[in-house]
């Protein structure tokens, strides 16, 4: 029997909301409670799906007592909860996959993109971390070793183990695509909300915990 040399791959990944119905900008098909990786290789209405879910997860009424009411259009009153909430949120985390073996870790309820930096806990801290709950998956270090457990609250869970130097480098990479999102996010809010389109893109930094990138003039 061939054996499977072991490939470790992460991703950010945004967890989804269904798309049906939504009208105020174009955005690729997308399911309740899946996972779309980010990266600068998404097409437009996929990156519309993306601002569109991350918009959903601040779409919560703040406090009265000093906050402005939202417009009343229905663009500026879709967009309100990134422009006024604080902290933002952006449901997700990293998505690790072994694909010799198929084990799959992904994060659990709760638990936000820019949470992501509770990985190098593993690495540089106390040595562990957990990424949300139902599932509750769980990273430990074991001397230059890590291993992920996929659901932390079952006995015989699925694990995949990697160096620590390895998911050092994999970090790296993740952090680059979700920058790599950032950039085209930008790019994407400037030909869409030209008329929000720099808060926006500030806004998505803060919910990604990451720079607001600088956005070439649109020729």
Do not use: K
Not at 168 to 190: K, P, T
Request: proline share 10%; with cysteine.
């Amino acid at each position: 029997m061939p054996h499977t040399p072991q490939v470790i791959i992460m991703q950010p990944v945004l967890e989804t909301c269904s798309s049906d119905g939504f009208s105020l900008w174009p955005v690729a098909s997308t399911e309740a409670y899946g996972f779309m990786p980010l990266s600068g290789a998404l097409s437009p209405e996929e990156v519309g799906a993306a601002v569109m879910r991350i918009a959903v997860c601040n779409d919560v009424a703040p406090e009265p007592d000093g906050c402005p009411p939202g417009p009343a259009d229905p663009l500026g009153s879709f967009l309100h909860g990134l422009f006024t909430m604080d902290p933002l949120f952006a449901a997700g985390g990293l998505q690790v996959m072994d694909t010799a073996t198929g084990t799959e870790l992904l994060p659990g309820c709760c638990n936000g993109l820019d949470e992501r930096s509770d990985w190098l806990e593993v690495l540089d801290g106390d040595g562990r971390a957990s990424f949300g709950h139902g599932p509750a998956p769980l990273a430990e270090r074991l001397g230059d070793s890590v291993r992920l457990t996929v659901d932390a609250e079952q006995d015989d869970s699925p694990v995949i183990e990697m160096s620590a130097d390895e998911l050092r480098r994999l970090l790296v990479g993740a952090e680059s695509d979700l920058a790599d999102f950032l950039q085209l996010a930008a790019v994407w809010a400037a030909r869409h909300l030209s008329g929000h389109a720099t808060p926006v893109s500030a806004a998505l930094a803060r919910a990604l915990a990451l720079p607001t990138p600088v956005v070439p003039p649109l020729l």
